[in-house]
């Protein structure tokens, strides 16, 4: 399986039971399969937004990756069942949202933009 497959994979996940998909990852990160447990864990990272689920580390070494020059910043693309297509990727500045009238016979145009 190639990292595309995975991180698709990995995304639906999230997006399905993003609950479950945390609990999983404590759970297989720090050996701890008490599931009212891994609910109490899951409710106090829910609660506290300075709790992180990777290495804090990692935010330091992206940085110093990005003003290196090491790291493209590519959005990525992920085309949906319903011929839908997310964009996931960062967002510097302010949003101008248009709405446009499109014909009937075209499929309605989605835009969302994930934290």
Same mark, same amino acid.
């Given at each position: !399986?190639?990292?595309?497959? #995975? @991180?698709? @994979? $990995?995304?639906?996940?999230?997006?399905?039971?993003?609950?479950?998909?945390?609990?999983?990852? $404590?759970?297989?990160?720090?050996?701890?399969?008490?599931?009212?447990? %891994?609910?109490?864990?899951?409710?106090?990272? !829910?609660?506290?937004?300075?709790?992180? %689920? %990777?290495?804090?580390?990692?935010?330091? !070494?992206?940085?110093?990756? &990005?003003?290196?020059?090491? #790291?493209?910043?590519? *959005?990525?693309?992920?085309?949906?069942?319903?011929?839908?297509?997310?964009?996931?990727?960062?967002?510097?500045?302010?949003?101008?949202?248009?709405? @446009?009238?499109? *014909? &009937?016979?075209?499929? *309605?145009? @989605?835009?969302? $933009?994930? *934290?």
């Amino acid at each position: !399986m190639d990292y595309k497959t #995975i @991180r698709d @994979r $990995i995304e639906d996940m999230v997006n399905d039971n993003h609950k479950d998909f945390v609990k999983a990852i $404590i759970s297989m990160e720090k050996g701890i399969n008490d599931e009212s447990a %891994l609910d109490k864990l899951y409710d106090a990272y !829910m609660d506290n937004d300075t709790i992180n %689920l %990777l290495y804090e580390e990692f935010d330091y !070494m992206i940085e110093d990756l &990005r003003e290196q020059g090491q #790291i493209k910043d590519l *959005p990525y693309v992920q085309q949906e069942k319903d011929d839908l297509v997310n964009i996931v990727g960062n967002v510097v500045g302010e949003v101008d949202v248009i709405e @446009r009238e499109r *014909p &009937r016979t075209e499929k *309605p145009l @989605r835009w969302q $933009i994930s *934290p």
